[in-house]
C-alpha cells in the first residue's frame, strides 16, 4: 500500500468512525445525565452511566479515540506529503506535520481524564471522580481544536499552492476556508459552527477518498 492511499484512507475513515460512535453509538449504548443537568449533578451521573457496562464503555471510547486519532495521523501523513525543498507551501505543510501530533496528544489526555473520572469512582473517592469529570469536560474543547483548525488550513492552503488538478484544488481551498473561519470563531461569536463542523468532516473524507483515486491512477 502506497502512503498516499494510506493516507487517504486514514482520512476517509477517521471521521466517519469518530462520528458514528460519538453521535450514534455513544448515546445508544452508555446511559449519560439528564438534559439540562450541569455542574456535579452532570458530571456525577455520566460516570455512574459509564460504570454501569464499564467494559463496553471503555471499548466504545477507545473506537471514538481511534477514528479520532486516525484522522490526525491522516492530516499528518497528507502534511508531509506536501513537504520538500522549493515545493510552495512546504513551510506551512511542516508547521502542521509537527503541530498536529502534539494536538492529537492534548487531546487524547485530555479523554484520559474520563477514565480517570470512573477509577476515582470505581474506588469509591467521588470528590476526586467529580473533580476529573469536570476536567475532562471543560479540557480540550477549545484551544486544542481551535490549534487543530490552523493547522489543517495550513495543509489546504498548501495544497492549493501545490496541486495541479482542480479537484485536489478545490479540496483544498474549501478546507483552508472552513477551518479559517472555525479557527477565527474562537475569537468572536458565530453562528454557523454546526455547518462548518460537518462541511469539515466531509471534505476531510473527500480529500482521503481523492488521494487514494489519484494513487491508483
Known amino acids: ?38 455542574g456535579e449533578a452532570k458530571w456525577l451521573a455520566d460516570i455512574e ?17 481511534g477514528g479520532m486519532m486516525a484522522m490526525a495521523l491522516g492530516y499528518t501523513l497528507w502534511a508531509r506529503l506536501l513537504q520538500g525543498e522549493g515545493k ?4 506551512l505543510a511542516t ?10 496528544a492534548g487531546m487524547m489526555i485530555s479523554m484520559d481524564f474520563n477514565v480517570g473520572a470512573t477509577n476515582a469512582f470505581e474506588k469509591g473517592d467521588t470528590a476526586g471522580a467529580i473533580i476529573l469529570g469536570a ?9 486544542l481544536w481551535t490549534m487543530l483548525m ?35 470563531s474562537w475569537f468572536t461569536t458565530f453562528e454557523g459552527l454546526d455547518f462548518l463542523w460537518m462541511l469539515w ?3 476531510t473524507v473527500v480529500a482521503g477518498v481523492n488521494l487514494i483515486i489519484r494513487q491508483k491512477a
Not at 88 to 91: H, I, V
Not at 136 to 143: H, L
Open 135 to 143: 476536567v475532562a469536560d471543560y479540557s480540550g474543547g477549545d484551544i
Open 49 to 65: 452511566g459509564a460504570m454501569e457496562n464499564l467494559a463496553l464503555t471503555k471499548l466504545v471510547s477507545l473506537i471514538g479515540l
Open 1 to 38: 500500500m502506497g502512503s498516499k492511499t494510506f493516507t487517504g484512507y486514514l482520512l476517509a475513515l477517521g471521521p466517519i468512525v469518530m462520528l458514528t460512535t460519538w453521535i450514534f453509538l455513544w448515546d445508544a449504548l452508555i446511559p449519560g445525565a439528564p438534559e439540562g443537568a450541569i
Open 95 to 104: 508547521v502542521a506535520a509537527i503541530a498536529i501530533p502534539v494536538i492529537a
Open 150 to 184: 490552523l493547522n489543517v488550513s495550513f495543509i489546504g492552503i498548501a495544497t492549493v499552492l501545490q496541486a495541479t488538478d482542480k479537484v485536489s484544488r478545490s479540496i483544498g481551498g474549501i478546507l483552508a476556508a472552513s477551518t479559517l473561519v472555525m479557527f477565527a
Open 88 to 91: 510552495k507551501g512546504a513551510t
Open 201 to 203: 468532516m466531509l471534505v
